[in-house]
Nanobody, 123 residues
């Protein structure tokens, strides 16, 4: 299996920035993607961003386009989510996950999940 660990969450004021990290270990795949999802209290878990490992192709939810940037460090098997211009509505537990299928924006595509890291944006 693949182990996934998120880190870097915290408390930030609206308009501020935060970078969360996702480190994957264990089995490697010839082609896979890493994605970020988030879940606020009382809401469904939603897609935020994803990146394919081989080509570095990125995908973003409309709600974060222009503010968030996903990147990866292949040597470290780590993905990063740089979050700028944060809004209170970005407050959620952020989860990282790994998929070996192509439907990278779909929750059901992901096989391996981290424990989540809390991001709180105050007004």
């Amino acid at each position: 299996q693949v182990q996934v660990v998120e880190s870097g969450g915290g408390l930030v004021q609206a308009g501020g920035s935060l970078r969360v990290s996702c480190a994957a270990s264990g089995r490697t795949f010839s082609e896979y993607a890493m994605g970020w999802f988030r879940q606020a209290p009382g809401k469904e878990r939603e897609f935020v961003a994803a990146i394919t490992w081989r080509s570095g192709i990125t995908y973003y939810a409309n709600s974060v386009k222009g503010r968030f940037t996903i990147s990866r460090d292949n040597a470290k098997s780590t993905a990063y989510l740089q979050m700028n211009s944060l809004k209170p509505e970005d407050t959620a537990v952020y989860y990282c996950a790994v998929t070996s299928v192509r439907e990278v924006t779909m929750l059901r595509s992901y096989d391996y999940w981290g424990q989540g890291t809390q991001v709180t944006v105050s007004s």
